[in-house]
């Protein structure tokens, strides 16, 4: 059976301006950086003046030095398909924790967002009671992939260091995880 091209102009107009429509519709009203930003970097705040999206994916609080690390990731303002991840430390002052430092997890917008905030987001979370704190963090890319390699930080007197050859992996602390498909057997 034929086409017939009148049929092909017609459609091709239709695809032309449903394309048109929705990135038109995916355009933030406010506009966007090149290259992404990171809420974190706005005080949580976007274009527009909203708060950012944001949610906690782990916690872990270390009762004999009065830390608690967290881990957020933030969606982004220029792609809401992607994702920051901020780790915080908190320390115990007065019965209250009060911010720290903190330090972003990976690159700017540099995680999928439903895979890190999903089942199974936290493949490695491991902290230490000891001076100075080592954290090591490992978050699911996605599920076909699997798990990010560990990064390693150092909380060394309230503050992060980053280094990479100076922070240690954390033995015999706290650790969470088993998100992913990295290293299963099929």
Known sequence: MPIR????VRGGAVLVAA???AALLTV???GTEAGGT???AHDGRTDGGRAAESRQ???SVLDSGGVRFTLTAIRS?????MASVR???SVRENGRFVPSDEVRVGAVDGWFWFPVTGRGAV???STASTDPAPVAVSLLITPSIGCSAPQRFELRDGTFETDGRGARAPHGGVSAGGGGTAGRAA
């Open 38 to 40: 990171e809420a974190g």
């Open 19 to 21: 394309a048109a429509t």
């Open 28 to 30: 933030p009203a406010g």
């Open 123 to 125: 493949c490695e979370f």
């Open 87 to 89: 780790l915080e430390a």
């Open 77 to 81: 303002t220029a792609d809401p398909l």
């Open 5 to 8: 091209v009148a049929a092909l």
């Open 57 to 59: 994916i782990a916690s």
